[in-house]
């Protein structure tokens, strides 16, 4: 059998390691289609921006850690477009179409933590196709937002769990 080379050889990555060094993190041998990353992860930190706000809207006390927690995905988010070069947009206009998950209040305290399930449920979902997208054209990206994943896969749960509590 015949063994598999290592990629690139010493020299190649020596040159290439020297080129256009002002790009910093994206090096030559980035492979995914950056223009593309920094739009969907400017999506999710929009996405991050809504899940953060209907948190804060619902059971101030219990989601704090919720709010907090997606606080901080906007900041893992937001650093990575700056390492890919990209412009972190934080700005309100055009939030909510820039959100995959909608914001949409809740009347009743069930019904808040009920908006508040499904805008989690949206992430979990758009975060998985991002990762598939990403595969294995950017690890860190995908890493990063493998942990966010899961993350919001826990708060899914919590919400439920909070559900059943209240007998809903
Ligand atoms: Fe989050
Ligand atoms: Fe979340």
């Known amino acids: 059998m ?12 020596r040159e ?9 993190a994206v090096t030559e041998g980035y492979s995914a289609d950056r223009d593309t990353v920094v739009k969907v992860l400017n999506e999710a930190l929009a996405t991050e921006i ?3 706000g209907i948190h804060a809207e619902s059971v ?12 901080g995905h906007a900041d893992q988010i937001a650093q990575r477009i700056v390492q890919l070069g990209g412009a972190p ?5 055009g939030l909510l179409t820039r959100s995959h998950a909608e914001y949409v209040e809740g009347e009743t305290l069930t019904e808040m933590i009920k908006e508040d399930l499904v805008a989690e449920r949206i992430a979990i979902d758009s975060y998985r196709d991002i990762i598939q997208y990403l595969g294995n054209d950017d690890p860190t990206t995908r890493r990063m937002m493998e ?8 708060h899914a749960d919590d919400l439920v769990s909070l559900l059943d509590e209240l007998g809903k």
Do not use: M, W, Y
Not at 2 to 13: S, Y
């Open 2 to 13: 015949a063994k598999k080379p290592f990629l690139t050889d010493i020299k190649t990555l």
């Open 60 to 71: 101030a006390a219990e989601f704090l850690q919720h709010a907090n927690d997606e606080q």
């Open 50 to 52: 809504v899940c953060s």
């Open 16 to 24: 290439r390691a020297r080129k256009h060094i002002e790009q910093g």
């Open 147 to 154: 942990t966010i994943l899961a993350v919001e896969e826990e």
């Open 89 to 93: 947009n934080f700005s309100p206009e």
